[in-house]
């Protein structure tokens, strides 16, 4: 039973460019976050998906990033023109469809480097 | 605005010995709390939670105390192993069935033979 999925693990990119991170969540999940952790700190809310819906995008930067979770294929974090400050490693998570469970697993994450 | 603090960023224990990990928090609306270790360029793995209908939850060598009207909880394993040796997260979640979660900045412990 796979876990969650990320990719690409690590991603360097330019000032300027887009980064694309991909999340494929557990089979059966139907919850998907993400998180962004800056070095040396805690990690913090982005934004929360379900199929075709944007839950909860509290957490993410108002401009140049957005989220989306198809109904077919993986949850996509996309980062318009990067900036140095962007550089992070970003976790995906997912949780199933219940009424009692809250517990949230967590992929890999990707590796941000924006030179 | 720190809601969940973990003020001691690292701890040191000898193998055999317990491990105690603090964690604090301000929002009086979060009612579950989790743990979560992370190693180096992983993940973070779940640990174990605690809903705030009760005080303590135990798993094995991890118990997790809960003391609402301190607003703290604390991870305790015993006895304590090398392979143990990680980043703890704390985490708290509010309101609904599957909510954001909001963390503290991590405890490193270092369990030594």
């Known amino acids: 039973n796979a876990g969650v999925m990320q990719n690409p693990r690590h991603l360097v990119r330019r000032r300027g460019q887009e980064a694309r991170l991909r999340c494929s969540p557990m089979?059966?999940?139907?919850?998907v976050y993400w998180y962004r952790q800056l070095p040396e700190e805690g990690l913090k809310f982005m934004v929360y998906l379900q199929k075709e819906n944007i839950i909860d995008e509290s957490g993410m930067p108002k401009e140049r990033f957005s989220a989306e979770f198809p109904k077919e294929g993986p949850s996509i974090l996309r980062i318009q023109q990067v900036v140095r400050g962007d550089s992070a490693a970003y976790f995906c998570?997912?949780?199933?469809?219940?009424?009692?469970?809250?517990?949230?697993?967590f992929g890999p994450g990707t590796r941000l480097t924006v030179t | 605005d720190q809601q969940v603090k973990q003020n001691s960023p690292s701890l040191s224990v000898q193998e055999g010995r317990i491990s105690i990990l603090n964690c604090d928090y301000t929002n009086s609306m979060f009612d579950y709390f989790l743990w979560y270790k992370k190693y180096p360029a992983e993940g973070p793995t779940f640990l174990i939670s605690i809903s705030s209908i009760k005080d303590k939850n135990e798993d094995g060598r991890f118990t997790v105390f809960l003391n609402k009207s301190a607003k703290h909880l604390s991870l305790h394993i015993v006895p304590s192993q090398p392979g143990d040796s990680a980043v703890y997260f704390c985490?708290?979640?509010?309101?609904?069935?599957?909510?954001?979660?909001?963390f503290g900045t991590g405890t490193r412990l270092q369990v030594t033979l």
């Open positions: 089979k059966g999940h139907s919850h």
């Open positions: 985490a708290a979640s509010g309101g609904g069935t599957a909510s954001k979660l909001t």
């Open positions: 998570a997912s949780s199933p469809l219940t009424d009692s469970l809250y517990e949230q697993y």
